[in-house]
């Protein structure tokens, strides 16, 4: 059965600090993993997707890394910024077509 | 293009009630999925729909019940309601099982 760990479950930086959120998966027979941000309340937004097949994908000032073999995840966050607090979520396909499977989040709150 | 909906927005049922929660998948995605997710909590699988038909199921019971129609809206069916039920409820769609692109939800909230 496939388990998705987030560390930490929470993080506080201030503004323009690089940071890396972790993730973590059981089973490395991935179709692809997808990492999401949550505002309070509201629904997701997909920020990137990474194929099984590839080792990461940038956006702006995101960049997420994949290595299945070790069945982990890192979203780093480059220049933080206060509009950057939300909660971030990792999820991952084991087969195309299917559930994604979620970790509990990474909440990080930025301070100006 | 128009995103993901869904509605109501917030919604407030007591135990044993029955309750209707409606999705409108964006353009060209054949695909549904609906999550539930309890506060500080991932979202967990509920079931997806591929083309009108059921196209897996996760771990809840069957009182919980969906459709999709031929323009691949869907909407989520519980019954006999629980406490343990009030949650976000969010719909995702996608075009045949790639990235999935989610609505803002609907928060359901069972006394």
């Known amino acids: 059965k496939q388990e998705v760990t987030q560390i930490p479950a929470a993080l506080s930086v201030p503004e323009g600090e690089n940071l890396v959120l972790n993730c973590s998966f059981t089973?490395?027979?991935?179709?692809?993993l997808q990492w999401f941000r949550q505002d309070p309340g509201k629904g997701l937004t997909s920020l990137l997707l990474?194929?099984?097949?590839?080792r990461e994908q940038t956006s702006g000032r995101l960049n997420a890394s994949l290595d299945k073999s070790s069945g982990r995840s890192t979203l780093y966050i480059a220049a933080s910024q206060p509009g950057d607090s939300a909660t971030y979520l990792c999820?991952?396909?084991?087969?195309?077509?299917?559930?994604?499977?979620f970790g509990k989040g990474t909440t990080l709150s930025v301070s100006s | 293009e128009t995103g993901v909906t869904q509605s109501p927005t917030h919604l407030i049922k007591t135990r044993g009630q029955q309750v209707t929660l409606r999705c409108s998948s964006q353009?060209?995605?054949?695909?549904v999925s609906w999550y539930q997710q309890a506060l500080g909590q991932g979202p967990q699988f509920i079931f997806q729909?591929?083309?009108?038909?059921?196209?897996g199921r996760g771990n809840f019971p069957p009182r919980f019940s969906g459709l999709q129609f031929p323009n691949y809206s869907s909407e989520l069916n519980v019954n006999a309601l629980e406490l343990d039920d009030s949650a976000l409820y969010l719909c995702?769609?996608?075009?045949?099982?790639?990235?999935?692109?989610f609505g803002p939800g609907t928060r359901l909230t069972v006394l």
């Open positions: 999820a991952v396909h084991s087969q195309a077509g299917t559930a994604l499977i």
């Open positions: 995702a769609s996608s075009p045949g099982g790639y990235e999935q692109f």
């Open positions: 990474i194929q099984s097949s590839q």
């Open positions: 729909y591929y083309r009108e038909e059921e196209n």
């Open positions: 353009s060209g995605h054949n695909t």
């Open positions: 089973d490395s027979a991935i179709y692809n």
